[in-house]
């Protein structure tokens, strides 16, 4: 039993891009719009991947993995806790660390794609589960 405190989880407030990714706009025009938004870089990161554009994957991966980052500390995560995929505004950045994962397992970056599977987890369970990690 783990007698320390857990800090409670984040939750990002909502993503500007989300209604343009779900009404299927061109994702390079959404990230252009949204640049902050890890949504759009996830899901730039999945199109190249489904093309077999897997550099592109994994730098668009990254772009959005950090502006995750930077989205997570300013809404008072410390770098470590819970960041729940319950919460939809959460989704851009765990499926950001998903798709870094793949991409840097396709290029033979190992110990990154472990890092980032385990970071997944981590952070949310749910979201390793539903992504298939």
């Known amino acids: 039993m783990n007698l320390?405190?857990?800090p409670d989880p984040t939750l990002l407030p909502p993503d500007p891009a989300a209604t343009a990714v779900a009404a299927g706009e061109n994702p390079e025009h959404i990230a252009a719009?949204?640049?902050a938004s890890s949504l759009a870089w996830a899901t730039l990161a999945?199109?190249?991947?489904?093309h077999g554009r897997t550099i592109e994957s994994y730098a668009f991966a990254r772009v959005g993995y950090h502006r995750g980052l930077d989205a997570l500390?300013?809404?008072?995560?410390?770098?470590q806790g819970p960041v729940p995929w319950?919460?939809?505004?959460?989704?851009?950045?765990?499926?950001?660390?998903h798709e870094?994962?793949?991409a840097a397992q396709?290029?033979?970056?190992?110990?990154?794609?472990d890092r980032t599977r385990q970071f997944l987890r981590d952070s949310s369970?749910?979201?390793?589960?539903?992504?298939?990690?």
């Not at 500390?73 to 770098?79: A, D, P």
């Not at 319950?86 to 660390?97: D, I, K, V, W, Y």
């Not at 396709?106 to 794609?113: H, L, M, R, Y």
């Open 106 to 113: 396709a290029i033979g970056e190992t110990d990154e794609a």
């Open 4 to 6: 320390l405190a857990q």
């Open 100 to 102: 870094l994962s793949l």
């Open 46 to 50: 999945r199109t190249a991947r489904e």
């Open 125 to 133: 369970a749910e979201a390793a589960d539903v992504l298939g990690v």
């Open 73 to 79: 500390r300013r809404n008072g995560w410390k770098g």
């Open 86 to 97: 319950s919460h939809e505004p959460n989704r851009g950045f765990l499926e950001c660390l």
């Open 33 to 35: 719009r949204f640049p």
